[in-house]
């Protein structure tokens, strides 16, 4: 059993920077793949960013060379850097964990409680 904290989230202006943090625990959080994601109102929950275990990282259109993943499998910790904000950012972020395939990054198994992310214009 793998348990995820996401924390980080907040109202921020457009052109802002937010760092979101999810924390496992219950598990060796190595051998997971790890991921983002995020739902906005009246949409579909979508896949943001993904980091597998062995550090291949994927990134939606949408946050390409505005965001960045990271993991320090020492602290059990993913991370998810974002810059350069937009209101369209604005949604609950998901933090996940489960396994990997070549052709999908991941394949949830574990979901955090979520973080609210508000980006104003």
């Known amino acids: 059993q793998v348990q995820l904290v996401e924390s980080g989230g907040g109202l921020v202006q457009a052109g802002g920077s937010l760092r979101l943090t999810c924390a496992a625990s219950?598990?060796?959080?190595?051998?997971?793949?790890m991921g983002w994601y995020r739902q906005a109102p009246g949409k579909q929950r979508e896949l943001v960013s993904t980091?597998?275990?062995?550090?291949?990282?994927t990134y939606a259109t949408s946050v390409k060379g505005r965001f960045t993943i990271a993991r320090d499998n020492a602290k059990n910790t993913v991370y998810l850097q974002m810059n350069s904000l937009k209101p369209e950012d604005t949604a609950v972020y998901y933090c996940?964990?489960?396994?990997?395939?070549?052709?999908?990054?991941?394949?949830?198994?574990?979901w955090g409680q979520g973080t609210q992310v508000t980006v104003s214009s």
């Open positions: 996940a964990a489960g396994g990997s395939t070549t052709v999908q990054p991941i394949i949830p198994n574990y």
């Open positions: 980091m597998t275990s062995g550090g291949t990282t």
């Open positions: 219950g598990t060796t959080f190595v051998i997971y793949s």
